[in-house]
């Protein structure tokens, strides 16, 4: 017994001085956590499952004939988002420290992971479900309308190019990071981004045929299936818990994790109860479709903050996101912009909602840059924050404007008026969603 | 009394509905049908063809007075004109009408 373990003992001492001697010549192999591996592989999963929440809530906020449509683009988005941050978007993100722009690891090519102990293909998987998140995010703002093949080829670029530039200025050590611009889980990177593509992307196409009234009065062009949208926001809701607690990034400090869990319950839960209420009392009956925009709302709001935030500010950040949305989506109905899912209003107002919110409620001992205005931390983070929003939603409008001009001009961003009476399933890819059921397919 | 049936597609309804309501006819019953062609349609459903032979129609109904009726063919004629077309509208006699709410006879039920 005794012997035995003194063999072991100099065998473990002849690999170890083995793997010194060999750690001149090359570098050491990585010590990977595991626990850390695990956890970012199943956040990174159920940040993917959201794209079958937001499939299921823009097909069911949609009518019949384009449902099959909006499924394909959502889809399609997700692969084109995958390539495309093989391609090109992981070495504009994170390929080099530059100000602007990552200039490395094309293809991937000697790309590495930034973080200790995390395989880089992991870290790769979860920053890619998050591009496709951005991108997904569109259709819902266009649905009904957009040709499919403009819509393949806004995907890869936002995904390829516009959506990795501000993920590289907030998260790949760009100017915004060193400024200690603080968006924990992308508020404004993904949201944001998403939310600006969506409102320009809806402005340029122009309203669905009987959307508004040649005098300016909105019509309600209403969803075909509200189950569908609620199952679609509930898996939303449980994606963002991979989304949130997912980008600590590992499950080096359990703590963070569960409480930017906890907040991802408290600010949904408080917004969804806000924006019924608002609209119960502004529309005279608590709308489900409103009410779910609500929870939405409050998860975007909390994507930011949620880790240097406590319960109090994470319920207090939802209920402003609760007024924020129903609002948003009367204006949209004032300024005539058809956003069929409310994109804007959830992704993009609350998305920046929740980044300045960092400068306002956010606490040091948590693990903010500065403490937030009402922690006694004064004006320095919140300008930061603001700062921050306007130049991520600024570039991503001016980027967007001319990713859907440059379609507009080659391929043409809208349907005809004739397929988008037919349906754009009929049309662009000849199938029903409901095939053998009656249902009216023009209103 | 007359009914009148129009046989359009369904695209064409919002068309015809808008002409209709500018004629002043706001009484309308709108069913989605499926009728059949002299010409069927070639599809491909996940690589195989399909000989398609039933097509979504909407049939528009209207139940008006006599003097009504040149009134409302060229509002539904001018509704399918400014979308394809197609269409066509069939004229009815109609026997009696009861309005159950006054219990209202003939035209007077309209």
């Not at chain 1, 570098?27 to 956890?39: C, I």
């Not at chain 1, 300016?216 to 449980?238: C, E, Q, R, Y």
């Not at chain 1, 960092?358 to 922690?375: I, K, R």
Request: charged share 15%.
């Amino acid at each position: 017994m005794n012997r035995a373990a003194v063999f072991l003992s100099i065998v473990l001492a002849l690999a170890a001085s083995g793997a010194a001697w060999a750690q001149e010549v090359e570098s050491p192999p990585p010590v990977y956590d595991g626990l850390s591996t695990l956890w970012i592989l199943m956040a990174a999963a159920m940040v993917f499952l959201m794209q079958a929440g937001f499939g299921m809530v823009e097909s069911g906020l949609i009518r019949t004939k384009n449902s099959a449509n909006v499924l394909m683009k959502n889809l399609l988005d997700f692969c084109f988002a995958a390539l495309g941050f093989f391609v090109f978007g992981y070495a504009i993100m994170y390929g080099s420290e530059g100000a602007f722009v990552g200039t490395e690891g094309w293809f991937l090519v000697g790309a590495s992971s930034p973080v200790e102990g995390l395989p880089f293909e992991i870290f790769w998987l979860f920053q890619a479900v998050f591009a496709g998140t951005a991108a997904t995010i569109v259709s819902g703002a266009v649905a009904e309308r957009m040709r499919f093949t403009a819509y393949l080829a806004y995907s890869f670029l936002i995904t390829a190019f516009v959506y990795p530039v501000v993920g590289h200025w907030v998260w790949g050590g760009g100017w915004l990071a060193s400024l200690d611009f603080h968006d924990f889980a992308g508020s404004t990177v993904v949201h944001g981004v998403g939310g600006v593509s969506a409102l320009i992307a809806a402005w340029m196409l122009g309203p669905r045929f009987g959307r508004f009234n040649k005098n300016g009065t909105a019509n309600v062009i209403g969803g075909h299936s509200l189950p569908l949208v609620a199952l679609g926001t509930f898996i939303l809701w449980f994606g963002w818990y991979g989304f949130n607690a997912g980008s600590t990034l590992g499950m080096g400090e359990p703590d963070v994790v569960a409480r930017v869990a906890m907040n991802t319950t408290l600010a949904p839960s408080a917004a969804a109860i806000v924006a019924m209420f608002v609209a119960w009392g502004r529309y005279g009956k608590p709308d489900l479709s409103l009410a779910l925009n609500g929870a939405l709302a409050g998860l975007v709001g909390i994507t930011a903050p949620c880790a240097v935030v406590g319960s109090g500010a994470s319920i207090f950040i939802g209920i402003v996101a609760g007024f924020l949305v129903v609002f948003g989506i009367e204006w949209l109905n004032v300024v005539r912009i058809d956003d069929v899912v409310g994109a804007f209003p959830v992704h993009g107002l609350c998305g920046a909602w929740g980044t300045v919110a960092v400068g306002l409620f956010g606490q040091a001992s948590l693990g903010s840059p500065a403490d937030g205005l009402f922690y006694g931390g004064g004006f320095g983070q919140l300008g930061i924050q603001c700062l921050g929003v306007f130049a991520c939603f600024a570039f991503a409008a001016v980027a967007m404007g001319i990713v859907f001009k440059t379609i507009d001009a080659v391929l043409g961003l809208r349907v005809s008026h004739e397929t988008e009476l037919r349906g754009l399933d009929i049309e662009e890819h000849g199938l029903e969603s409901y095939s053998g059921f009656q249902i009216f397919t023009t209103e | 009394m007359k009914q009148l049936v129009a046989v359009i597609r369904p695209e064409q309804l919002p068309a015809v509905k808008e002409e209709l309501a500018r004629a002043e006819f706001h009484h309308l019953t709108a069913a989605s049908v499926m009728g059949t062609a002299p010409k069927t349609e070639q599809r491909v459903f996940r690589g195989v063809r399909r000989e398609i032979s039933l097509f979504r129609r909407v049939r528009v109904e209207l139940y008006i007075q006599d003097a009504q009726v040149e009134r409302a063919i060229d509002a539904i004629s001018k509704g399918c004109m400014n979308s394809g077309g197609f269409g066509k509208i069939f004229v009815n006699e109609v026997a009696d009408v009861v309005k159950i709410w006054t219990g209202e006879r003939g035209s007077r039920a309209l």
